[in-house]
């Protein structure tokens, strides 16, 4: 569906689209009160949509983006869901039970309304240059760069990468070249992980989890506030290490730290259940672990999950492999959501912990091993780096 919709329509314009969606879809659930049909309908659209804004907003700051700065860019990206993920706990902290349902889809309703001032942003200047409009290409352009700012240099390069990629069309024979499936491999496996880390099933559980699972002398609630605040601080400082570490490294050290932080969780909570004074004892230990945890999580894998969509691929690939490695990893987080409870009754808070810790450490050596990073390159020089064998005859001719 995504290829299908980028091909004809303006990103911008989706985008608009997608907040006249979301605002009739929250308005739909506030008119027919709390019918669970219609809630659960309601959030498959506003999910849908999400997934749209999700893949297209990296792919399009990748092309708006200079070489030096598309790296913070990117990262940045992930930022702006963690405003989104506190305004959520702060509204859910701040309105009383008795109205939450009804005042709370207005509130998301409301806030939806952000998305419009995207109407008024020019598209990138590789679109319009796909479409052969070199004019308005380099307004887009001047209008991210200044009016002083020479264009050509970069048009000329935006040219040649529109030439390469135009010269093969999506075919099998790109699934033979090794440096193709390395990126595709790289694209799936740190979209996966993110999902399979374990941290969204926390953030979806997160008032559950701190109620139950101990939050020091804070309420549950209380505790998703500190949360919430934890994430932006740890994602904005990814947005400045990125460019001093690169991609692998933070992939890496995030998951390592992620893996380290689940296993002494899963401590405290084996703690716990052979003596549960522990609890008194240790009030501190299971909110500090747990908000660590989402901290080492916002200091790689989320933020760096994100940015790999928008320049990690071929041209040919970008928007089919990365919305479908975006769609396969939230169908994998609804299954592992759904069963988290279970897992929790079943095997007990501890082995949990303990199995996601392992999880962390294999998707670190997955990192370390596979992901390779694209920091200080243009769009031309990483798409020339997979060396499709059509490129060459382009580059030659």
């Not at 396969?328 to 996601?356: D, Q, R, Y």
Request: charged share 15%; aromatic share 12%.
């Amino acid at each position: 569906m995504m290829p299908f919709i980028v091909g004809r329509i303006t990103r911008m314009n989706i985008l608009f689209v997608t907040m006249l969606v979301l605002i009739f879809t929250w308005t739909i659930v506030i008119s027919r009160g709390q019918k669970v049909l219609l809630m659960l309908a309601g959030r498959l659209i506003c999910g849908i949509c999400g997934g749209l804004a999700c893949v297209l907003t990296p792919i399009y700051v990748a092309e708006i983006a200079s070489k030096e700065i598309r790296g913070h860019l990117l990262a940045f990206f992930h930022v702006l869901v963690n405003v989104g993920i506190a305004y959520a706990f702060f509204v859910a902290h701040a309105i009383d039970e008795e109205r939450t349902i009804w005042m709370y889809s207005t509130i998301c309703g409301l806030a939806c309304l952000s998305i419009a001032p995207a109407k008024y942003l020019p598209e990138s200047p590789l679109y319009y240059l796909s479409r052969n409009d070199e004019n308005n290409a380099e307004k887009s352009l001047r209008w991210y760069r200044g009016d002083t700012y020479d264009v050509q240099h970069e048009i000329s390069e935006m040219k040649r990468l529109l030439l390469t990629s135009r010269s093969k069309k999506f075919n099998l024979k790109l699934f033979k070249n090794r440096r193709v499936l390395r990126s595709i491999a790289t694209c799936f496996g740190v979209i996966l992980s993110q999902h399979l880390c374990g941290v969204n099933m926390l953030i979806f559980y997160a008032l559950t989890f701190f109620e139950t699972s101990g939050s020091g002398e804070l309420t549950g609630s209380e505790q998703t506030l500190v949360v919430g605040a934890v994430q932006i601080l740890a994602s904005l400082l990814a947005t400045y290490l990125v460019g001093i570490f690169g991609r692998r490294i933070l992939l890496t050290v995030s998951a390592l730290l992620m893996g380290v932080f689940l296993i002494l969780l899963g401590w405290f909570f084996k703690l716990r259940d052979t003596d549960p004074e522990y609890d008194d004892i240790y009030f501190w230990m299971s909110p500090t672990w747990a908000t660590l945890i989402f901290a080492a999580y916002n200091l790689g894998l989320g933020p760096i999950s994100w940015s790999i969509l928008g320049d990690t691929l071929p041209e040919e690939l970008k928007v089919p492999v990365a919305s479908t490695a975006v769609a396969f990893g939230w169908l994998i987080s609804l299954m592992a959501t759904l069963t988290f409870e279970e897992m929790i009754v079943k095997l007990g808070g501890t082995k949990v912990m303990w199995l996601s810790a392992a999880v962390c450490w294999l998707i670190a050596l997955f990192c370390a091993i596979v992901v390779k990073d694209t920091s200080g390159k243009s769009l031309i020089e990483i798409q020339e780096d997979f060396r499709i064998e059509s490129n060459r005859g382009v580059q030659q001719a």
